[in-house]
């Protein structure tokens, strides 16, 4: 009988284990979520499942003027250190709706692939699912410009980086600069070890190791946090290679990692556009501030492909819920105590990002707007 109450016992514990295994196969599955963010779900938005896609359906057919500004311009020269989100600003009530303005039968396909001089014109067009025929705002492109095409996001791709700690300590590092200086100025020589085989003109991004990065919410090791601080181009290979610090944005100094710049521009050809998933999470990181971010500041999110997210998509930012007093309900305690009852308020959106550099656990998005200050900790939802 003790045999057969032990195996009994087993078949359960095992049978409970594997449920338990399930119910921890998916990513969201696995992240607490308390009972205010439950209550409040809707208000982090929803996914944009009606908005414009690959097979043009339009969100804004039907709805004309429903986006666009009252003050939008007929016509706009592309302007040098223009951007993509702040050019549609000057167009759109909301930057998000730019897909769907954009004329895609144009020889142009990427609204990121125009140039200082490029002409942008505003008219109507008769949708393709227009409801009575009505017209809808579309932008076309007149080609005059030249130079480097127009970049929402390139100044930011090779800041901070996430990496596998061990692929990092096998990186090439500084040993020394020409001066010996403890911290290395631009237009400097350094020596490295481990580029032996790196070739004349190559071309490695200096990097300082950041801090192990955790889920917040499921305390899941993420990955180690590398931050840029420069770039140095390759003079004379050997197992000491010379090389010239031709960027120092921050302090370089010896024992730093380097690793090869790779080409990021093909991550600006993935078009801006709302997630059709929904999107939940946490700012877990505020490149460059310890405690507030705003415009034009990097944020770090616990969300990443395996959550369907991409570069390019638009993901809305929210304060947490805030617990308050109510200014006359009470309550009174078996102690005869009497005391204000708590209020939670609904979170509310504080800020935009766009998503450029997105792993298998973690994005970082370059923030587009602002409309209070955002904070370690804060939510991300759909817009």
């Known amino acids: 009988m003790n045999g057969m109450h032990t195996q009994s016992l087993l078949a359960i514990a095992l049978f409970s284990l594997l449920l338990l295994l399930q119910g921890c196969s998916t990513h969201y599955a696995s992240s607490p ?25 339009s969100f804004i057919d039907g709805r004309k003027g429903a986006v666009l500004r009252e003050d939008a311009p007929k016509r706009y020269v592309v302007k040098k250190g223009d951007t993509l989100w702040g050019i549609s600003q000057k167009f759109l009530k909301m930057p998000t709706y730019w897909p769907e303005i954009w004329d895609k039968n144009q020889k142009v396909k990427n609204p990121h692939r125009i140039f200082p001089g490029d002409v942008l ?23 005059h410009g030249s130079g480097l095409p127009i970049s929402t996001l390139e100044p930011f791709l090779m800041w901070p980086l996430i ?14 600069s020409r001066d010996n200086k403890l911290l290395i100025e631009g237009e400097n020589t350094v020596y490295i070890k481990g580029l032996a085989n790196s070739s004349r003109g190559d071309v490695y991004g200096v990097y300082q190791t950041g801090e192990e990065l955790r889920d917040p919410e499921t305390n899941e090791l993420l990955g180690t946090e590398i931050k ?6 390759i003079m004379r290979p050997d197992s000491i ?3 010239f610090a031709e960027e120092v944005k921050r302090e370089i100094k010896p024992a730093d990692r380097l690793i090869k710049i790779n080409e990021y521009r093909t991550a600006l050809t993935a078009p801006m556009k709302a997630p059709t998933i929904k999107v939940r999470g946490v700012v877990m990181g505020l490149y460059d501030a ?13 969300r990443g492909k395996r959550d369907g997210l ?45 998503l450029y550099s997105v792993t298998d656990k973690l994005s970082y998005g370059l923030i587009t707007e602002s409309y209070n200050a955002i904070k370690k900790g804060y939510k991300i939802g759909n817009p």
Not at 44 to 55: E, H, I, R, V
Not at 121 to 143: F, H, M
Not at 291 to 301: D, H, K, N
């Open 310 to 354: 991409q570069e390019g998509h638009i993901i809305g930012i929210y304060s947490k819920p805030k617990v308050v007093d109510d200014p006359y309900e009470k309550s009174t305690n078996k102690f005869k105590v009497v005391s204000a009852v708590p209020v939670t308020l609904p979170p509310e959106r504080v800020g935009t990002m766009v």
């Open 33 to 57: 979520v308390s009972p205010a963010e439950q209550a409040f779900d809707s208000y982090y938005g929803s996914p944009a499942n009606g908005m414009a896609t690959d097979n043009n359906a």
């Open 241 to 243: 290679t010379t090389a």
């Open 163 to 176: 990496v596998d700690k061990d692929a990092l300590n096998q990186a090439p590092y500084i040993v020394a």
């Open 121 to 143: 014109y505003l008219y109507y067009r008769k949708g393709e699912r227009a409801i009575n025929d009505q017209l809808v705002p579309t932008i076309r492109v007149e080609r």
């Open 228 to 233: 840029y601080h420069g770039k140095v181009s």
């Open 290 to 302: 310890t405690l507030l971010s705003g415009q034009r500041m990097i944020a770090l999110v616990n």
